[in-house]
């Protein structure tokens, strides 16, 4: 069995941001309060006319200009998103042909949120230990502001868009270790765009406005989140999937990883779990103060900057947790190399 290793990791940020004074003008939150229930002080937003295609074909660009890729050896190309350009064809085909890979290139979808990242990593990571490919792309990009009504507070000051790349390769060293990963379809309510599917067109009924009981103002076409809910489903099992993945990975005990990586879903989340889990601070990554929670992009956009700020050392292991929307959960372990 060959090893998977990344190989390096870019990202693309709308030019828009949108700050808390902003938003506190429309939503009657002062910008204090958005930071405090939050952790944000502002998110990047999708131009209008501006799609998953664009911004991932930009983060994928930068990855292979800058680590100096040649596009005909690249295998394959994951691209996890939840607001694809159409329903078909996938949106990865269209990046396929923006970056001129090879037509033996295989490229598709995974509709994933925010375990989405880790999912990919999985099927690029089986690819490569299979022997089957050498190299790939996995691109992670969405575009949620679009699904957001303006009056929603409960998730316009949460997200924010974003794209990344990460290069999956062959190693002579393992760099991506063992994967443990989970699905309760039993939470699919509890954050959902109820319409514009093939379950429940959007129509004139979909697009009636309605006020929930926190006074948040939405339609069946725009994104619904039970804020409550996922933050409980979130503490009830990360904590015992973060065990599952060091005990795969034989860590545990006196063997502890050097950095926890989570899903960047709030900053009260954050704080939260690294309370329960007895986590020291300074072992957790932060990453969503000035970018939101970007979906399937948070993970490798914190690894990207806490790269550039030279915070990783190589050898250094790390433990990507990626859970939300599904509901569904996933982790493994990432040796910085």
């Not at 923006?98 to 990571?125: E, H, K, M, T, W």
């Not at 699905?183 to 009924?205: F, W």
Request: proline letters at 4%.
């Amino acid at each position: 069995m060959f090893h998977a290793s990344i190989g390096g990791i870019r990202g693309y940020l709308p030019e828009r941001v949108l700050t808390n004074e902003e938003l506190s003008q429309e939503i009657g939150w002062t910008p204090a309060d958005i930071a405090r229930k939050t952790g944000i002080v502002s998110r990047r937003i999708a131009a209008a006319d501006e799609c998953v295609s664009d911004m991932a074909t930009l983060a994928a660009k930068r990855l292979i200009i800058d680590l100096r890729l040649d596009p005909e050896a690249l295998d394959f190309l994951i691209l996890c998103t939840q607001t694809p350009d159409h329903y078909l064809p996938t949106t990865a085909c269209l990046v396929q042909c923006r970056l001129g890979l090879p037509s033996r290139c295989a490229s598709f979808d995974l509709n994933q949120g925010c375990s989405g990242y880790i999912y990919s990593l999985s099927v690029a990571a089986a690819y490569i230990r299979s022997g089957m490919f050498r190299q790939g792309i996995v691109l992670t990009a969405d575009t949620y502001s679009k699904l957001i009504h303006p009056k929603d507070r409960s998730v316009r000051t949460l997200f924010g868009d974003a794209a990344t790349a990460t290069w999956i390769r062959r190693s002579d060293e393992p760099g991506l270790g063992r994967f443990v990963m989970g699905t309760d379809g039993s939470g699919a309510e509890n954050l959902i765009v109820p319409a514009g599917g093939l379950r429940q067109r959007s129509s004139q009924k979909s697009s009636r406005e309605f006020q929930d009981e926190s006074g948040n103002t939405r339609s069946a076409d725009h994104l619904s989140m039970n804020g409550p809910t996922l933050f409980e489903f979130a503490l009830r099992r990360v904590p015992d999937l973060a065990n599952r993945v060091l005990e795969s990975n034989d860590l545990g005990g006196d063997c502890q990883p050097h950095w926890y990586v989570f899903h960047q879903a709030s900053g009260f989340m954050l704080e939260q779990l690294r309370s329960k889990m007895s986590i020291p601070r300074e072992k957790v990554v932060y990453h969503l103060r000035e970018v939101g929670n970007t979906v399937s992009s948070t993970i490798p956009l914190a690894l990207r900057e806490y790269e550039q700020l030279g915070r990783f050392s190589v050898g250094e292991k790390l433990l990507l947790l990626g859970f939300g929307v599904g509901y569904s959960w996933g982790g493994t372990i990432l040796t910085w190399r």
